[in-house]
């Protein structure tokens, strides 16, 4: 593989870098021992091709521009160098104000990035002052946090504003003591509004500062902020973005699609999960909170528990239920993209005059610094299934992005219905996906059968009629006021026992009846033996990847062997008993769409 290194506009070369031949270290690309023995300790052994490139640079104190796919290891690429700059002369700095800022547009990825660099500080036993801001904190508490100052500060840039605005962060202690300024998810800043925020912020930048650009995607808000805020930066592109189209999702990660009716959507996914023909974790997509909610009841009925994810819930529940599914304490997680659910929210409310009342509740509530799918670092998750398909191609990549991450495999299942077919198309275009070609990026399923799909149809479809609006209003209304009854439990009780994740779950049964025996266990005659041969493959393949439901430490996996992968080795279609079979990438998918309406008990 190679990467582009451009160099500055004051130095025309540009070179194409090979990547090493032998094995890369942390090592040799100057990490020092402290931070190198964390990172194991941490499980990572060997860094990531943006890791290779951009940590010698910015050790070098150039400005970079780093735009690489979705979990390439971004994070670590600005990280490990900045706190090895930091950790030299520790004691020695006067500072009138903090040595870096890590600006990040969402709270969770303060969150997580804050998580990232105590853990690293906390193996390498360096005193350095580490802070997260919060919209939420008070002048007092902002100028508490401030005071020492701080080595890092992480934030969002609004935050930064108010602590200026409030008089406890001053312009030349910033121009006097900053150092080092990262811009994380930069692509998302803008679009998130922070355009005015970054502007503010820019005068009081010293020209000596270093910053570091980090993006998933190179966009015109990416070059915006690059003219705004960097110097003649080096601009590293690795091949998956921008140049060559059908590398913007990870390599590791196998698409696929479903054709199904809308109405069928709770079906497909009820087959999917109940036969057992995708791996876990999961992590699936809604567009709005209600279907979250729809599909979480619909899922319960049938002894299938999941939690929801979504920015209505409050800051703290929202980081539990984060820790607890990266922890393994659960399986499936339905998330509501935080975009899609923005303008779904607003489009629904604007239509509608009588919910006039619930518009300005809406508003309020739905917390705008939320960011599900963007940058967050979803632990383990095997399968993304878009339930309901992204508004965008860019919405695609990132929600894909959430499982093959780092050096792991994942696939992906979207279930595409006629009204979903335009998007889809331009996702499958935006990814190079000709359609005619052999090789499309996106194929069909092959693991579930017609006759599957249909043995489950009756009780589907009779479950789905049970689940109604006013029982998901109902249940998002109560699962909200027990979320912020616990809010502030859970906040001061995890602070003092961080161990105790299980305690509160999040997959907790919201009807009050339990799940019936019959729906519960699909019975054995329901299941033909296709089904069953392939959901037994996909279970030997979970356990052959090590993908079992313990936490794990990211390097403890065992290595992913291509020919225990059923997606790749098994058809469902073309099975026959002994046959190895293959995927038939020709197929376009249609045969799912021929149901007939058999009603089978
Ligand atoms: N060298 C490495 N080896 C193994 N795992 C790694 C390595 N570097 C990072 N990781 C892990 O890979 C995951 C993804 O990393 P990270 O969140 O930094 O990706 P990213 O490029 O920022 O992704 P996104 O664009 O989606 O935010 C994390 O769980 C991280 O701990």
């Not at 409030?166 to 006097?176: E, M, P």
């Not at 974790?281 to 009925?301: A, P, Q, S, W, Y």
């Not at 979504?310 to 990266?326: C, D, V, Y």
């Not at 696939?411 to 190079?432: H, Q, T």
Request: aromatic residues 6%; proline residues 5%.
């Amino acid at each position: 593989m190679a990467e582009t290194i451009e160099k500055p506009e004051n130095v025309t070369e540009r070179k194409e870098v090979e990547e090493d031949e032998e094995e890369p270290s942390f090592e040799k690309l100057g990490v020092e021992p402290r931070l190198t023995r964390a990172l194991q300790k941490k499980g990572i052994q060997k860094p990531t091709p943006i890791q290779s490139v951009a940590i010698p640079l910015v050790l070098e104190g150039k400005d970079v521009v780093a735009r690489a796919k979705t979990g390439s290891g971004k994070t670590f690429a600005y990280l490990v160098p900045l706190l090895q700059k930091l950790f030299v002369d520790t004691g020695a700095r006067t500072k009138l104000g903090p040595s870096a800022f890590v600006l990040v547009p969402t709270r969770e990825l303060c969150q997580q990035v804050y998580g990232e660099v105590l853990s690293l500080i906390e193996l390498c036993r360096v005193q350095l002052k580490v802070i997260q801001l919060k919209s939420s904190m008070s002048a007092s508490e902002l100028r508490n946090a401030l005071s020492g100052p701080p080595d890092i500060l992480i934030s969002t840039p609004a935050c930064i504003l108010k602590c200026m605005s409030v008089g406890v962060l001053q312009s030349a202690s910033i121009s006097g003591s900053l150092e080092i300024l990262v811009l994380d998810e930069a692509d998302l800043l803008l679009s998130f509004g922070f355009e005015e925020d970054i502007k503010a912020l820019t005068p009081h930048i010293p020209k000596h500062c270093q910053c570091l650009l980090m993006s998933a995607t190179s966009s015109d808000d990416v070059e915006k902020l690059k003219k705004l805020i960097l110097h003649n930066p080096f601009i590293l592109t690795l091949p998956e973005v921008g140049d060559v189209k059908d590398d913007i999702i990870p390599k590791n990660v196998q698409q696929f699609w479903i054709s199904c009716s809308y109405r069928d959507k709770l079906l497909y996914i009820l087959s999917l999960l109940k036969l057992e023909l995708v791996q876990k974790k999961v992590l699936i997509f809604t567009n709005t909170i209600d279907m979250g909610f729809r599909l979480r009841l619909f899922l319960e009925k049938f002894g299938i528990k999941s939690a929801v994810l979504n920015a209505e819930l409050p800051q703290n529940s929202r980081q539990h239920i984060l820790e607890e599914f990266n922890a393994g304490l659960f399986d499936y997680l339905i998330a509501t993209d935080d975009s899609e659910t923005k303008e779904k929210e607003e489009a629904n409310i604007e239509s509608n005059n009588k919910q006039k009342k619930f518009r300005k509740n809406a508003k309020q509530k739905l917390d705008s610094e939320f960011g599900v799918v963007r940058g967050i670092d979803f632990k383990n998750v095997y399968t993304v299934v878009n339930f309901e398909m992204p508004q965008s191609p860019a919405g695609y990549v990132h929600r894909i992005g959430r499982t093959g991450r780092a050096f792991n495999t994942g696939a992906s299942v979207s279930l595409v219905c006629p009204e979903d077919m335009e998007v889809f198309e331009e996702i499958k275009s935006f990814l190079g996906d000709e359609g005619d070609k052999e090789e499309n990026l996106i194929v069909p399923f092959p693991l579930l059968t017609e006759n599957a799909v249909e043995s489950l149809r009756y009780r589907a479809e009779d479950v789905g009629k049970s689940v109604t609006k006013i029982a998901v209003r109902e249940s998002r209304a109560q699962d909200l006021r027990n979320e912020i009854l616990n809010s502030e439990k859970l906040k001061a009780h995890f602070e003092a026992n961080p161990g105790d994740l299980d305690l509160l779950k999040h997959d907790k049964v919201l009807s009050k009846k339990p799940p019936a025996p019959h729906l519960r266990d699909v019975p054995e005659y329901l299941v033909d033996a296709t089904t069953r041969e392939a959901s037994k493959v996909v279970k030997l393949a979970r356990a052959a990847m090590g993908n079992t439901n313990a936490p794990r430490q990211n390097g403890s996996k065992k290595r992913f062997r291509k020919n225990k992968d059923p997606l790749k080795t098994f058809s469902a279609e073309g099975h026959k008993k002994g046959q190895k079979g293959g995927m038939k990438r020709e197929s376009n998918g249609s045969d799912n769409n021929k149901h007939k309406k058999k009603k089978n008990t």
